[in-house]
């Protein structure tokens, strides 16, 4: 079986290292193997202990992939024999669970010693490959003796950010199966778990990718038919793979047309929003719906009501509209739901809340103005139409003939060359809007921190086809979940979208889909 690693969607993978960079899992067996069957062995007659030998399977179960004195704890309880945890500082023959995980390092280390570390070439090879496609990297792992094998294998340099033993010791990071390390190595490399692979042949560390949220969870499983690879789909990975050289991967989608399509890819994309509270922002114009010669004649496309009242119902929905506040109101008009209008300077909620932008109110006078004079400038162009929307001027040139549309152009130009203006481009379309920093993407942050009390488990979720959505794309990009609608548009637009739909009916499709996410979540409002 192989798995892919999207660069569009996932902005970082996360390496364990024993048993998946290297192979100091056998390492490690042995010298846990070498640490109980002596001690079991050992033990008093009349013992209570099951004394039987280290099995795989005891060191799939307690030990693998977590701190070294958990390990000797779990394993020294499933077989009835607890010991005092005693200190870091006990010598290695003392009979505490800190004296027995000192003195397996010590075999570990004299293994390593005679053994050297062999490399798993075709993992080293993926994170190259990672590396130089821009999708950050790093290595994790429960053992203090991380570095030490990392250099002991070459590989001293290989990742910039690495999360070992010594780290969650200093920090204070439970061991996996909590997902704490896994959190921290993703927050040390920059990406949000949502936009995270993992990689991991542990089950504890398996367990721990799932809790942690994070988009993607590949096992790695090198034991054929032990039943290792059940127990690590069991535990929540995604894909088990028998070597990284089955890992693919996707480059970034650089343009519209190359932005894998959301139903195809819904599975790496569902990875985004598991374990979160979506909150779903929509576009209208050209996403809730198809465009039309004449802005007034735009209603909700067939289909959309129905789904975008299931989301209002399980979780926060907002459209995001260039129209007038009241303008997009009107069309859509479905209660429960937030509405911004202008591109976001103007804001209306479902429990009677408004907001205006108030620095915007500077520029009013000025586009009121130009809106008078494009109005008297291009009455004698036929098709062109100037729609007044308060906070901003658009200038329409789709039904204009070819050869007046620079007229236009230049019309607006000109009407723009003031202080407390500026102008933006949308599908045949022209605007004049404040010269503020605010965008679909900053009103998209503002709702979220007003949508919900818990701003940061909310994931945004955002669907649009135009330019003017970029800005919301680029907003979601490393936290939220964007879907352009390709809408019929030449496919080499650049677009920071994740995926793609066809049309409103295709989204109508995605949504449901989120619908059924957020319902399984419970988060029934
Ligand atoms: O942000 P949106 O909700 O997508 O609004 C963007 C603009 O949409 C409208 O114009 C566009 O749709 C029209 C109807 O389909 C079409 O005729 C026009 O060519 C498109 O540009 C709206 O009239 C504008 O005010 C919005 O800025």
Redesign the pocket.
Same mark, same amino acid.
């Given at each position: 079986m192989s798995v892919t690693v999207d660069a569009g969607l996932h902005h970082a993978v996360l390496f364990d290292l024993d048993g998946v960079i290297t192979d100091t899992a056998s390492v490690h067996f042995a010298a846990w193997k070498k640490l109980f069957d002596d001690y079991l062995a050992r033990l008093p007659p009349g013992s209570a202990a099951e004394s039987s030998p280290f099995t795989e399977d005891d060191y799939r179960r307690f030990v693998d992939g977590r701190p070294r004195y958990d390990g000797v704890d779990a394993f020294l309880r499933s077989r009835g024999h607890p010991l005092p945890w005693g200190d870091p500082a006990d010598p290695d023959d003392a009979e505490t669970v800190c004296g027995l995980g000192n003195r397996k390092n010590r075999y570990f280390h004299q293994r390593l010693r005679t053994d050297g570390v062999r490399v798993f070439d075709s993992s080293v090879a993926l994170v190259r490959r990672l590396q130089d496609s821009g999708i950050g990297t790093a290595v994790f792992s429960a053992s203090r003796n991380c570095g030490p094998v990392l250099r002991a294998a070459g590989l001293g340099e290989l990742f910039d950010v690495r999360v070992d033993g010594v780290v969650a010791a200093e920090l204070g990071l439970p061991g996996k199966p909590d997902p704490a390390v896994l959190l921290e190595a993703a927050r040390r490399v920059g990406a949000h778990p949502a936009h995270t692979v993992v990689v991991e042949d542990a089950e504890a560390g398996v367990a721990a990718g799932r809790r942690g949220g994070f988009a993607l969870v590949v096992g790695v499983d090198r034991t054929e038919g032990t039943g290792h690879a059940e127990a690590l789909r069991r535990l929540g990975a995604d894909a088990v793979v028998p070597d990284l050289a089955e890992v693919r991967l996707r480059p970034r989608a650089e343009t519209l047309a190359r932005i894998p399509h959301a139903l195809r890819s819904w599975d790496a994309a569902a990875g985004v929003l598991r374990g979160r509270d979506p909150a779903v922002f929509c576009?209208?114009? @050209?996403?809730l719906?198809?465009?039309?010669? !004449?802005?007034a004649? #735009?209603v909700l496309a067939e289909g959309l009501a129905p789904v975008l009242r299931r989301l209002a119902r399980c979780c926060p929905v907002a459209v995001?509209? @260039?129209?007038?506040l009241a303008d997009?109101r009107d069309r859509v008009d479905l209660p429960g739901i937030w509405y911004a209008g202008c591109?976001g300077f103007e804001i209306d909620g479902p429990n009677g809340e408004h907001f205006e932008y108030e620095a915007a109110r500077d520029a009013l006078p000025v586009l009121a103005e130009s809106a008078g004079a494009l109005r008297d400038r291009l009455a004698t162009v036929p098709g062109a139409l100037v729609?007044d =929307?308060r906070f #901003?001027v #658009?200038v329409?040139y789709?039904n204009v003939e070819p050869d007046s549309v620079a007229e236009v152009l230049a019309a607006v130009r000109e009407a723009g060359d003031r202080p407390g203006v500026r102008i933006t481009g @949308?599908? =045949? !379309?022209a605007?004049l809007r404040p010269d503020i920093d605010w965008d =679909?993407g900053t009103a998209l942050w503002w709702l979220l921190d007003r949508l919900s009390d818990d701003a940061g488990r909310v994931l945004p979720v955002y669907a @649009?086809?135009?330019l003017?959505?970029e800005d919301a794309f680029a907003a979601v990009r490393d936290r939220g979940l964007g879907i352009a609608v390709r809408g019929g548009q030449q496919g080499d637009r650049p677009s920071s979208a994740h995926v793609a739909v066809t049309d409103s009916g295709e989204l109508q499709a995605v949504l449901t889909r989120v619908a059924e996410l957020a319902e399984s979540r419970g988060t029934g409002r």
């Open positions: 576009d209208f114009d @050209g996403t719906s198809e465009i039309v010669p !004449v802005p004649d #735009a995001v509209s @260039g129209r007038a997009v591109h729609e =929307k #901003a #658009a329409h789709r @949308g599908r =045949k !379309v605007e =679909k @649009g086809d135009d003017t959505d």
